[in-house]
T-cell receptor, first 115, second 115 residues
Framework: NAGVMQNPRHLVRRRGQEARLRCSPM?????VYWYRQLPEEGLKFMVY????????ESGMPKERFSAEFPKEGPSILRIQQVVRGDSAAYFC?????????????FGSGTRLTVV | AQTVTQSQPEMSVQEAETVTLSCTYD???????LFWYKQPPSRQMILVIR??????QNATENRFSVNFQKAAKSFSLKISDSQLGDAAMYFC????????????FGKGTKLSVKP
């Protein structure tokens, strides 16, 4: 859905570098989820944020990974000192507060390749 | 912990025929939602159909319908009159935790459509 923008679409990083992935929700959507998809796997939940707050980060590795969703601007997933095992597709999903249909809108994902 | 299992890594169907994709899940919750998502090669996650657990009636969206068996914890997707554009990965997903719970995905089924 073009309404949820993720960039970059592809990102190549050398081991040890930092990766910053961006997600801009649709207008009026104030809830953001980040998911990771390893090759041949389904999506795995990482973190759930509302504006300026982390609500649930139970799926995110304790080290090297962080996420934010500032009052202004996109949500950022940051991976420090990347390793080859971080290579995956990273998706964000959003939905509007109090929507009755519980539908999530996904971005097109960022494919991170660590070389 | 909630889990979602898709036992068919790959399926194939002839164009215009009908195919059923299987999904089972495990939960102790009584209020939850189930989804089928389609992921074509573009990587975009597209919501196909959604089912509320409290509804006995099976959801239907045009050529897509589900067979929801709550007691058996089964949620299969039937695609009628298959089209070449239906070829994709299909993921079954479960959501808990009220309106803000994250999605739990199965590993997916790769559907091929033969002309």
């Amino acid at each position: 859905n073009a309404g949820v923008m993720q960039n970059p679409r592809h990102l190549v990083r050398r081991r040890g570098q930092e990766a910053r992935l961006r997600c801009s929700p649709m207008k009026g959507h104030s809830h953001v989820y980040w998911y990771r998809q390893l090759p041949e796997e389904g999506l795995k939940f990482m973190v759930y944020l509302q504006k300026e707050n982390i609500i649930d980060e139970s799926g995110m590795p304790k080290e090297r990974f962080s996420a934010e969703f500032p009052k202004e601007g996109p949500s950022i997933l940051r991976i420090q000192q990347v390793v080859r095992g971080d290579s995956a597709a990273y998706f964000c999903a959003t939905y509007r507060s109090l929507t009755p249909d519980y539908g999530y809108t996904f971005g097109s994902g960022t494919r991170l390749t660590v070389v | 912990a909630q889990t979602v299992t898709q036992s068919q890594p790959e399926m194939s169907v002839q164009e215009a025929e009908t195919v059923t994709l299987s999904c089972t899940y495990d939960t102790s919750e009584s209020d939850y939602y189930l989804f089928w998502y389609k992921q074509p090669p573009s990587r975009q996650m597209i919501l196909v159909i959604r089912q509320e657990a409290y509804k006995q009636q099976n959801a239907t969206e045009n050529r897509f319908s589900v067979n929801f068996q709550k007691a058996a914890k089964s949620f299969s997707l039937k695609i009628s009159d298959s089209q070449l554009g239906d070829a994709a990965m299909y993921f079954c997903a479960y959501k808990y935790g009220g309106s803000q719970g994250n999605l739990i995905f199965g590993k997916g089924t790769k559907l091929s459509v033969k002309p």
